[in-house]
């Protein structure tokens, strides 16, 4: 039996993960309640230095459509230059920091995986609708550090699998007010992502999948 740990614990794919982990083996569950705030690297390196790995699964389960009480920019002249900062910070910088201070928990010399929540809509590709510049633009920026993460530490862990997983829509607060149609509950959606990643090779490191585990275009 593994070691996990689900940074984002207390929201509601994170809170499912930990749940479906925890018939797998040991899981230490992160949130903002113990002290970790992704957007500060001095408690990244504080929280996490206090751990003990090595650890086989590393999911951080973050994110936000929008800043808080903000909504997510339909038309250019909703931009603002500070949300659209926070927005990188919380969606693509902070799970990079999470990484930068994890690596040393993951195993060298056996399977590991680290996977972060990315969104089909950070797509570039499969963009058609235009809008959410912030969150679009952020998730894509996180796909791109996970690809060229994956590059960097396929050398000193040859067999860890880096993965940017878009979860589907679910039924948490992070959606709440946006069209039901779709939802999954938090369970399934975190069944499903651990089927994903329990399938994954090494060779597959660095790729950005849906739920279903097909591969989302870049």
């Not at 040859?158 to 940017?164: Q, S």
Request: without cysteine; glycine residues 12%.
């Amino acid at each position: 039996m593994g070691k996990a740990l689900v940074i984002g614990s207390g929201g509601g794919i994170g809170t499912a993960l930990v749940d479906a982990l925890s018939s797998r083996g040991s899981v230490t569950g992160l949130a903002r309640a113990d002290g970790l705030d992704i957007t500060d690297e001095a408690t990244v390196a504080r929280v996490l230095g206090a751990l003990t790995g090595p650890y086989d699964t590393v999911i951080v389960a973050t994110g936000a459509l929008a800043p808080r009480g903000g909504q997510p920019e339909k038309a250019l002249r909703a931009l603002d230059p500070a949300q659209m900062a926070q927005q990188f910070a919380i969606n693509a910088t902070g799970p990079l920091l999470v990484l930068k201070h994890a690596l040393r928990l993951l195993p060298r010399d056996g399977r590991a995986v680290f996977a972060v929540l990315s969104a089909r809509v950070g797509s570039i590709g499969d963009n058609r609708l235009g809008g959410w510049y912030s969150y679009r633009a952020s998730k894509a920026a996180l796909n791109q550090l996970v690809r060229t993460a994956a590059i960097e530490v396929a050398r000193t862990h040859p067999k860890a699998v880096l993965a940017a997983i878009h979860p589907g829509t679910v039924e948490t607060r992070f959606t709440a007010g946006y069209p039901a149609h779709g939802k999954v509950a938090p369970a399934a959606a975190a069944a499903r992502i651990l089927s994903v990643l329990d399938g994954l090779t090494p060779d597959q490191s660095g790729g950005f999948l849906d739920a279903s585990g097909a591969v989302v275009p870049w």
